[in-house]
């Protein structure tokens, strides 16, 4: 059994993952705590057989733990993903801190600057549709997310048959 964590399992998007790898046969959730107070933020409901542990990079050698989740802000996700991928681990990021290319354009759509550029090169967008080879290999993968999943599956077939003017770009308005 392949022993996965999840940091940020206190949110909503961690607690839902906590929920389907604990239903997952082929996995083992370890939950990670990277606040400085454990006992910050909400107390979520666990089932007990769940291991916790504090983050740190020699708790995910020690564990043994080769996969690591970021259910965390974009903000965090930049701060631990490094540390992680240094510690041996593949880093699959929910938020949306490696979804784009460069520097440049995080700056861009973000408003922020990017503190782990460095990684963004070689973050691999986890859509299966787009990147299904890159996959497999990658040492950081990035969550397309709802909305971008949903655009991009719906306007790939336009733009491979060409009826989408790629030039005039393409605006997609998601509530």
């Known amino acids: 059994m392949t022993r996965v964590a999840i940091v940020g399992h206190r949110g909503y998007s961690g607690a839902e993952l906590v929920r389907i790898l604990s239903r997952h046969g082929g996995v083992e959730p ?13 107390s979520l409901r ?48 929910l938020s949306g801190a490696f979804r784009l290319g460069t520097a440049e354009n995080y700056k ?7 503190t782990a550029p460095d990684l963004l090169a070689e973050a691999v967008y986890g859509l ?3 990147c299904r080879e890159r996959i497999p290999a990658a040492r950081l993968l990035s969550n397309p997310g709802c909305y971008p999943t949903a655009a991009n599956l719906a306007l790939r077939p336009m733009v491979e048959a060409g009826v989408v003017d790629r030039a005039a770009g393409i605006v997609c308005d998601a509530k």
């Not at 861009?108 to 990017?114: D, I, L, M």
């Open 46 to 93: 666990r089932p007990k057989a769940i291991a916790h542990a504090e983050l740190t990079p020699e708790v995910v050698q020690q564990q043994k733990l080769t996969l690591v989740f970021l259910a965390t802000p974009p903000e965090v996700s930049m701060e631990l993903a490094p540390a992680l991928i240094g510690a041996g681990a593949r880093v699959v990021d």
């Open 108 to 114: 861009t759509w973000y408003k922020e600057t990017h």
């Open 30 to 42: 370890v939950l990670l705590e990277h606040r400085e107070h454990a006992s910050d933020g909400p």
């Open 128 to 130: 299966p549709e787009f």
